[in-house]
């Protein structure tokens, strides 16, 4: 599934546009893949209240925009199950979601993906076409559901037949047709989670984002750049894989060392070094660099320290 981050600019702060309705055009989606085995309930058969737990878990989180980003999304997980797994024996890698087409693209690369529609958004389009019924909601909701794992489609077809005809046209009756539209759209989807995965399938790809990339990203205000969203998310999925920040800050100083500066980066450091000799200048004037020798500014006086050689 993917992730709606604000962005604060695309190339240069104000350049935010705006749609028809006066909204801003300002949503990143970074996308997360949460590849598992099997789910399995921690709190054991006498306890009321279980307590679910994905076994082989490993994530994959990234800004890939495109066909060919995409398909370099699903190849990362396919190199993974290919190193971790013996794939002679796979059967099938299910691949669970809303449906769009960066999700189903996976079952090209992998070859033996399937793609099941997650029930989170069979929820959501169900409650969407009965919410306008009041007290007929119950009943028209389990009718629907009935059709859905029987794999009923005619029926469910006749079923939103019923519905329209005492909805109103307007926003709820566009409503209506688009659920009975992506239920359409999403058939195959339905059939195997019902033939195939059974009718207790669990996805948790919305669990996922909220805990992986919402957590850091986007529960409270805050606004990005694209690189930053991007570099973010992976490093998220760094992090919840096990790795240490501390193990990776060593690794990138030792392929500063190896790999000379561009001649970009070589200009970025004589622009810094004449900033920090004004810097310098105004500190013998002034006696100090205001508010420098605050804690909260420790991070900027090492970096100072380091990129400039002080």
């Not at 909204?23 to 990143?28: A, F, G, P, Q, W």
């Not at 900033?275 to 500190?283: D, H, L, N, T």
């Amino acid at each position: 599934d993917e992730d709606h981050v604000a962005a604060q600019f695309w190339n240069q702060k104000g350049d935010l546009g705006k749609d028809s309705r006066g909204n801003k055009i300002n949503t990143i989606m970074p996308k997360l893949i949460c590849l598992y085995e099997d789910v399995v309930d921690e709190a054991g058969e006498t306890s009321k209240s279980p307590r679910h737990k994905l076994t082989g878990k490993h994530y994959f989180c990234g800004i890939y925009k495109g066909q060919e980003a995409n398909k370099r999304l699903w190849e990362e997980v396919r190199d993974y199950i290919d190193t971790y797994y013996d794939t002679e024996y796979l059967k099938c890698v299910y691949i669970a979601g809303d449906g769009a087409g960066w999700i189903r693209a996976g079952c090209e690369v992998l070859g033996k993906g399937r793609f099941v529609l997650d029930k989170f958004h069979m929820m959501k389009y169900v409650n969407i076409s009965v919410s306008h019924l009041l007290d007929s909601a119950q009943e028209v909701k389990s009718e629907i559901w009935e059709c859905l794992n029987g794999r009923y489609k005619k029926r469910l077809q006749k079923v939103y037949a019923e519905i329209l005809k005492i909805t109103e046209e307007g926003g709820k009756y566009r409503d209506v047709e688009g659920a009975l539209g992506y239920f359409l759209n999403q058939w195959d989807g339905i059939q195997i989670r019902t033939e195939e995965a059974g009718a207790n399938w669990k996805c948790c790809a919305e669990g996922q984002v909220s805990h992986v990339l919402s957590a850091r990203m986007s529960s409270r205000p805050m606004g990005w750049s694209e690189q930053g969203c991007g570099r973010m998310s992976r490093l998220r999925a760094y992090t919840k894989n096990g790795g240490k920040i501390i193990d990776l800050l060593a690794y990138q100083k030792e392929r500063r060392r190896e790999k000379p500066l561009s001649e970009e980066e070589i200009e970025m450091k004589k622009e810094v070094c004449k900033k920090q000799a004004g810097w310098r200048y105004q500190e013998r004037l002034r006696g100090r660099l205001p508010g420098l020798e605050q804690h909260s500014m420790k991070w900027m006086r090492v970096w100072i320290n380091q990129e400039l050689g002080a």
